[in-house]
């Protein structure tokens, strides 16, 4: 079975400091991982995803496949950076339509 | 374009009865994903449908089942409704199925409370 674990439910950080959301996961296959963001009072809405190997409001994140991580990056946080942030797997079962799996999430405060 | 559109947003229900939940993907939108996400969990996958068929299965007992119409839009039905069933229930749209080929763009929302 596919499992994804962040394992910080909420993270708090002073405004240019550094910052690092942890993501495991679990999977027998070749997964594809992602990473949501859900700012205050807004939908759920996709940050980044390890296939295009982009860069996305200054976030960065890198598939480790030996430690099976997907931690979240960025060299120095901004007070719009606060939000709920899931990180998420697609495995390769079928049809690919296994849907997503969704970690728990990591709750960030970037304080002034 | 709206996005994602569900209704009803807000919905109380009491236990043993059933409900229907609406969502309508972003034009152009072939594929529509239904999630479940209970307070303080990530959404956890409950189905995907393509074309008008079912595609893919998540957990959850067969009380929950969904369908999809011809212009894409879709429903899911929960019957016999437990207590346990409280959560918002998300649906995502996307254009086509397949792994991570395809973005999935998600609504806002249909907040259930069970009593």
């Known amino acids: 079975a596919q499992r994804v674990t962040q394992p910080e439910k909420l993270l708090s950080v002073f405004k240019g400091a550094p910052v690092e959301l942890k993501c495991n996961y679990s999977?027998?296959?070749?997964?594809?991982l992602f990473w949501y963001v859900q700012y205050s009072r807004q939908r759920l809405q996709l940050l980044l995803r390890?296939?295009s190997r982009e860069s996305i409001k200054g976030f960065t994140a890198d598939l480790n496949k030996g430690e099976t991580s997907f931690h979240l990056k960025k060299p120095f946080a901004q007070e719009e950076d606060s939000a709920m942030y899931y990180c998420?797997?697609?495995?390769?079962?079928?049809?690919?339509?296994?849907?997503?799996?969704f970690g728990k999430g990591t709750h960030l405060i970037i304080q002034p | 374009d709206a996005g994602v559109t569900q209704s009803p947003t807000h919905l109380i229900k009491t236990r043993g009865q059933h409900v229907t939940l609406r969502c309508s993907p972003i034009?152009?939108?072939?594929?529509v994903s239904w999630y479940q996400q209970v307070l303080g969990q990530g959404p956890q996958f409950i189905f995907q449908?393509?074309?008008?068929?079912?595609?893919g299965r998540g957990n959850f007992p067969d009380r929950f089942s969904a369908r999809q119409f011809p212009n894409y839009s879709s429903e899911l039905n929960v019957n016999a409704l437990l207590l346990g069933d409280s959560a918002l229930y998300l649906c995502?749209?996307?254009?086509?199925?397949?792994?991570?080929?395809?973005?999935?763009?998600f609504g806002p929302g249909t907040r259930l409370t069970v009593t």
């Open positions: 998420a797997l697609s495995g390769d079962s079928g049809g690919g339509a296994d849907g997503l799996t």
């Open positions: 999977y027998s296959g070749s997964p594809e």
């Open positions: 034009s152009g939108h072939k594929s």
């Open positions: 390890h296939i």
């Open positions: 995502a749209s996307s254009l086509a199925s397949g792994r991570s080929s395809y973005e999935q763009y």
């Open positions: 449908y393509y074309e008008k068929e079912e595609r």
